[in-house]
């Protein structure tokens, strides 16, 4: 099990999707959900700070409307930034090999494709997560 995920996503309709899916798949004891990537970078500059606090996993949206920088931008920042001791990948509806790959470079460790079925995808992220959190499993596209 995941002890906390966070997942940054300007959809709030989709922050429903995914905690029904999360709690259905028995996936994480504790979820927040955050609609703005500057609010992400804000909590995890804090936590790099102060210690403790940050999640053990985060979802990003690739395109965070409303957001100074996009969801590769916000990986890169907790990854290079705010040290990467946390398992983070692309949650979005695009599958462009290009975002993937810029993706990748940034230090996301999955690429999840969003779609109204994302239970299925949770799911076998569920069983890769061992991988991820061992930083043992190579970058993963879930379709």
Same mark, same amino acid.
């Given at each position: 099990m995941i002890e906390s995920i966070m997942l940054v996503d300007d959809e709030s309709l989709?922050?429903?999707?995914?905690?029904?899916a999360?709690?259905?798949?028995?996936?994480?004891?504790t979820l927040k959900?955050?609609?703005s990537s500057d609010e992400a970078a804000r909590l995890f500059e804090k936590w790099h700070k102060e210690g403790g606090g940050k999640p053990e996993c985060v979802f990003v949206d690739l395109? !965070? *409307?409303? /957001? %100074?920088?996009?969801g590769i +931008?916000?990986?890169?920042?907790?990854?290079?930034?705010?040290g990467n001791h946390v398992v983070i990948g !692309? *949650?979005? /509806? %695009?599958?462009?090999?290009? +975002?993937?790959?810029k993706a990748l470079n940034a230090g996301a460790q999955?690429?999840?494709i969003k779609s109204d079925e994302i239970?299925?995808?949770?799911?076998?992220?569920?069983i890769d997560y061992d991988g991820f959190k061992n930083r043992t499993n190579s970058f993963k596209i879930y379709k």
């Open positions: 989709f922050h429903l999707v995914f905690e029904d999360c709690s259905l798949l028995d996936i994480s004891l959900c955050l609609s395109n !965070i *409307i409303g /957001s %100074s920088f996009d +931008e916000l990986i890169r920042k907790i990854n290079f930034e705010f !692309i *949650i979005s /509806s %695009s599958n462009e090999p290009e +975002e993937q790959a999955f690429w999840i239970e299925p995808r949770l799911e076998q992220f569920k």
